[in-house]
Nanobody
């Protein structure tokens, strides 16, 4: 099993920045993809960014150029740096890890492809 815990959420003004952190523990050798997702009430969970074991990254179009995903392998920690935040970025942000090498050969931003989830961190951007 893999345990996941986010930290770093909060409130910020339009145009501001925040950094989310995600600490992983447990059987990390089974993880290939790590990802950030977000969800607002009444909507489906949206994949924001992923980072693979080989450091390849993917981003949702809505955050490209503003968000950066990175990881620190020595400390089993993943980060999401969020710049130029907009009110529409307001959501609960979740980090997640998958199990094993992805069947598609690359990390997707589909919730169903991830097995281990954190409890979520609220990000609120006010105009």
């Amino acid at each position: 099993q893999v345990q996941v815990m986010e930290s770093g959420g909060g409130s910020v003004q339009d145009g501001g920045s925040l950094r989310l952190s995600c600490a992983f523990s447990g059987y990390m050798h089974i993880v290939y993809c790590m990802g950030w997702f977000r969800q607002v009430p009444g909507k489906e969970r949206e994949g924001v960014a992923t980072i693979a074991d080989d450091d390849k990254t993917t981003y949702a179009d809505s955050v490209k150029g503003r968000f950066t995903v990175s990881k620190d392998n020595d400390n089993n920690t993943m980060y999401l740096r969020m710049n130029l935040l907009k009110p529409e970025d307001t959501a609960t942000y979740y980090c997640a890890a998958n199990r094993g090498h992805p069947v598609r050969g690359f990390c997707t931003r589909l919730s169903d492809d991830f097995s281990f989830w954190g409890q979520g961190a609220q990000v609120t951007v006010s105009s």
